[in-house]
């Protein structure tokens, strides 16, 4: 999914990635993300460290027809998943693996780019932003996301994965959280040439499924998977127990709901 090694995963963790992580953590926040970007029909639209495409495929629907999108993933195995479901109405959609270090698209090329939860992965932000401010065309919009802290359901798990698993192992699952805060993405932006640069907090309430089994499934269809399935079955399954204790004052019965926030930057060339 993204330029880290860490992302480098195998067909079986995409495809649970695409069934857990998109449809679960990501995909609530994709539709307002589209909407910060101010897309209009027939735009060209380029979303970067796309995953499996549920940003992606959001944006073909708000363009149309007459549009065009693009969605990059260095991951082969995301982009191979994204190609595998199916065409979203609206824009035809491209899907291209490449960095975001060397996008691989023409400069001035695209009306808008987006990127969800994926700066945070790229080992040279400020040459990231710069690639994006590069294949924008006149008048080009921005709208990018991270996380704006580690937030209680990461945290219960890392906690659960240091404690059953090891350090390590919890250190590199909540690795995508560790995030630029609001002044340093605002400097990022206008350093990469970015004008109208704009961060500010959004607020949502995600919900999950029962956490025993649900968090395993999203651990599966992460860079820690291996680690994981070499834990014997009784510390997997401390790990649930111990995030459904963490995150029981969020219960609805059928799962979890609990607040979550993240930072969204939007800017223009």
């Not at 820690?224 to 127990?241: H, T």
Request: hydrophobic letters at 45%; one cysteine or more; aromatic letters at 6%.
């Amino acid at each position: 999914m993204k330029t880290s090694g860490q992302w480098n995963m195998a067909k079986e963790a995409a495809e649970l990635y695409e069934r857990v992580v998109a449809r679960h953590i990501l995909g609530p926040w994709a539709p307002s993300l589209v909407d910060a970007a101010r897309l209009a029909g027939g735009e060209r639209v380029l979303d970067l460290a796309c995953g499996t495409g549920v940003v992606t495929r959001v944006a073909a629907q708000r363009v149309g027809p007459q549009g065009r999108v693009t969605g990059i993933d260095l991951n082969a195995e995301m982009i191979g998943v994204a190609r595998s479901l199916p065409a979203p109405a609206g824009a035809p959609v491209d899907w291209l693996e490449g960095s975001a270090l060397a996008i691989p698209v023409p400069d001035a090329s695209v009306d808008a780019v987006l990127c969800q939860q994926g700066l945070q992965f790229f080992p040279d932000k400020a040459l990231s932003l710069r690639e994006m401010r590069r294949v924008l065309d006149r008048g080009g919009r921005l709208a990018l996301s991270v996380w704006s802290g580690t937030g209680l359901y990461n945290s219960a798990v890392g906690e659960a994965l240091a404690r059953f698993v090891g350090d390590d192992t919890a250190s590199r699952f909540c690795a995508s959280r560790n995030v630029p805060g609001k002044e340093e993405l605002e400097r990022f932006a206008v350093a990469a040439g970015f004008s109208d640069v704009n961060v500010r907090i959004s607020r949502m309430n995600i919900h999950l499924p029962a956490l025993d089994r649900f968090v395993l499934e999203h651990l599966a269809g992460t860079p820690v998977a291996a680690s994981i399935a070499a834990a014997d079955p009784e510390s997997r399954k401390n790990i649930g127990e111990s995030v459904m204790r963490e995150l029981q004052r969020f219960n609805e019965g059928d799962g979890v709901t609990y607040p979550e926030e993240i930072h969204v930057v939007t800017a223009r060339v």
